[in-house]
């Protein structure tokens, strides 16, 4: 009998997979969940209780966490990577990475195929066949609902038709959790005028008030909060419970997806925005125009190709290591006020910082330079736009 790994979540399309891959093209198939971050231990076992009831001949959880925060998330941040100006590439991110791990589980089962749950009118698809066909190429990859073109409604009628109980009001809407920020699509987000509504959103708003917390940075990673310090990893999980009980993060990304058509997803992304923006502001203190300036290129050109699943490209590991290079003298603490539903980042406290009055203060006093100085300054810096005005007798009038 031939051997099938399925990535799978628990959710609706990963279900039918299942049970359609068993039942109707006869194969022994062997499941497998790649948590990110998003599944607790109760979750986690009873996603495995599932899948075995669902045919499983063999299920296996693989927890990569602490690996998807040192290859990735570290990396999104030092970028301040933010697809649109928007998204903190929440799913996209560790898609990528689900994808590794279960390739790579597939090879040491000596799977004969590897399948997974997209349609073909998305990105998962491509993120998951691009990985794939370059880690084993050998190995055939099967999307059942992609080649079968199959609605959701479809999908539940199939599993309900053999004996899998589902409920069609829980499948309007698809959630994907993780470490850095959970994606919510359902009937709404198919359109381009109407919101989500506020329960379909994971965190509802049981804070009123403001809290202010503390963020600690070292090398341009969050290793504190409120003077406790901590792995990184840990402290995106304490930020994410801290503000997603003020209901923040929510937002609705707009986009282009990697096939040409737009699309549009909601997400909760609670600690993800408030680090990029705290780590941000952090920045413009404690690095230079010019690193800014170019790690504002870079750091879109990551995300960009991260999102579209070019992450083995070796251009990705060269501008990691820029992108880390510039992180030497991001250090310091940075305020943020949690309101209900939005935040605002107060300031910053940093040896690294080059707001130094020292040297002066902006539209105040000039402490290094005198009035000659500065005139002179501006006299050469206008000299290229002069000398081309007065040849070409621009009047700008």
Request: charged share 20%; net charge negative.
């Amino acid at each position: 009998m031939k051997k099938v790994v399925l990535a799978y979540s628990g959710g609706l399309d990963t279900s039918y997979c299942l049970r359609y891959l068993k039942n109707e093209k006869g194969y022994q198939v062997h499941t497998v969940l790649i948590n990110t971050g998003g599944f607790d231990e109760a979750e986690l076992a009873a996603i495995e209780e599932r899948a075995y009831d669902l045919g499983s001949a063999k299920h296996i959880n693989l927890t990569i966490v602490d690996k998807y925060y040192d290859k990735a998330i570290k990396y999104l941040i030092y970028g301040n990577v933010l697809k649109n100006n928007t998204y903190p590439l929440s799913v996209s991110a560790e898609r990528v990475f689900q994808a590794m791990e279960a390739i790579k589980y597939a090879k040491s089962v000596g799977a004969d195929a590897i399948a997974h749950g997209s349609t073909g009118a998305g990105n998962d698809q491509i993120r998951f066949d691009l990985i794939f066909q370059t880690i084993a190429p050998e190995i055939e990859i099967i999307t059942p609902i992609r080649d079968l073109k199959l609605s959701r409604q479809e999908e539940v009628a199939y599993l309900q038709a053999n004996g899998v109980e589902y409920s069609w009001e829980k499948a309007q809407y698809s959630i994907n959790k993780g470490l850095w920020g959970t994606s919510v699509g359902g009937k709404e987000t198919l359109t381009s005028n109407l919101p989500l509504p506020s329960e379909a959103y994971p965190s509802q708003l049981q804070r009123e008030g403001e809290e202010k917390v503390t963020l600690h940075f070292e090398k341009g990673e969050l290793v504190g909060i409120n003077n406790k310090m901590d792995t990184p990893v840990k402290n995106i999980i304490l930020l994410e419970k801290l503000a997603s009980a003020f209901a923040i993060g929510r937002d609705i990304h707009v986009g282009d997806t990697i096939i040409g058509i737009k699309g549009r997803v909601g997400f909760e992304a609670a600690a993800p925005l408030i680090i990029i923006k705290a780590h941000h502001l952090l920045e413009k203190h404690t690095l230079g125009k010019w690193q800014q300036h170019w790690k504002e290129q870079l750091g879109n050109w990551y995300g960009m190709l991260f999102h579209e699943g070019q992450f083995l490209d070796p251009v990705m590991r060269n501008i990691e290591t820029f992108l880390e290079d510039t992180q030497k003298t991001v250090n310091g603490t940075v305020t943020v006020a949690l309101k209900p539903y939005h935040f605002t980042l107060d300031g910053i406290e940093s040896d690294n910082d080059l707001m130094n009055t020292g040297f002066g203060q902006y539209g105040e006093m000039n402490n290094a330079w005198t009035a000659d100085d500065a005139k002179g300054f501006i006299k050469i810096l206008g000299n290229a736009q002069n000398i081309f005005s007065s040849v070409n007798k621009e009047t700008y009038v």
